[in-house]
């Protein structure tokens, strides 16, 4: 029988949390961790995601965002690769802004089952913004990377954590100083620009600046959604890169995330023969 949600942590303080072994999961499969890929020591994940700068991730709401990022964190995690990229094996601090305790929980472990994964206690901790501009939280978020010894922020999402309004120069400016003071690798869930033109599906929502000063940026499509019979649900997408600094853009990404029902697997596959690939 599962355990209440909040059973499975170890609470050291009231908005920190490390997410630790899943009993119910802990006998399905292996917990050894696995060789990454000979890597570019300038990325984070190869060619995709730069090592030590931003990268935001936008889409519009309900383009799966968040399943695809708690995959790229069980990959790199447990793999150190994702979906076919080498990548750093390095613990996470997930800064929340939107969904809650309970809501981050339930997806991590849902991504574990996908990639048949025992979640391994201090690789993934939990971090309440509480509403909380990101700026005035620095000094906190300093002291959580150290006790935590994460080297990869999740931002979940930049329009809560700016503290004013997305499409001032000056905000998003002083959000990515910010960042710049943690001198860790970041990466920032974004929506796109709501208005119907070249920009929407270019540039995350708010000021200029938040393409400018973003290391890499990546835009995040739907392309169909379905469902068959078994009670499993999947919805196909693509990946553009629109910005990589150092390096020349790369092909964008089919995939399709598959979901076993309302609390089961979810898992990110290749897309490639999908409404994304074709």
């Given amino acids: 029988e599962k355990k ?3 059973g499975a942590f170890a609470v050291r303080r009231k908005d920190h949390q490390d997410i630790r ?6 006998d399905e499969c292996g917990s050894s961790w696995l060789p990454g ?6 990325y984070f994940i190869e060619n995709l995601v730069p090592e030590g700068q931003p990268t935001i991730l936008f889409g519009p709401g309900g383009a799966g965002k968040t399943s695809v990022i708690m995959d790229v964190i069980c990959g790199i995690l447990y793999d150190a690769l994702w979906m076919g990229r080498a990548g750093v094996s390095a613990a996470v601090l997930y800064l929340d802004y939107e969904s809650g305790l309970q809501s981050v929980t339930r997806r991590y ?7 048949g994964r025992t979640p391994i206690a201090g690789v993934f901790n939990y971090f309440a913004a509480r509403g909380r501009p990101l700026v005035n939280m620095i ?3 300093k002291a959580e990377l150290k006790r935590t010894g994460a080297d990869v922020l999740i931002v979940d999402s930049i329009g809560p954590a700016l503290g004013g309004r997305a499409e001032d120069s000056e ?10 003071s943690l001198k860790i690798t970041t990466i920032l869930l974004a929506h796109s620009n709501r208005m119907n033109n070249q920009d929407t599906k270019y540039m995350p929502f708010g000021s200029m600046f938040f ?7 990546i835009y995040i499509e739907a392309t169909g959604r379905r469902h068959d019979s078994n009670d499993l649900r999947y919805i196909d997408l693509v990946l553009y890169p629109r910005k990589m600094n ?5 092909k964008s990404i089919p995939m399709t995330i598959e979901f076993t029902g309302a609390t089961g697997a979810v898992r990110v596959m290749d897309g490639q023969n999908t409404t994304a690939g074709i």
């Fill in 4 to 6: 209440n949600l909040e």
């Fill in 21 to 26: 072994e899943v009993p119910q999961y802990a």
């Fill in 37 to 42: 890929e000979a890597r570019d020591s300038s």
């Fill in 109 to 115: 472990w849902r991504a574990l089952q996908g990639r």
């Fill in 139 to 141: 000094p906190a978020l």
């Fill in 171 to 180: 905000t998003a400016l002083a959000f990515f100083r910010a960042l710049q």
């Fill in 211 to 217: 393409h400018a000063e973003a290391r890499a940026t």
């Fill in 246 to 250: 150092d390096d020349a853009l790369p």
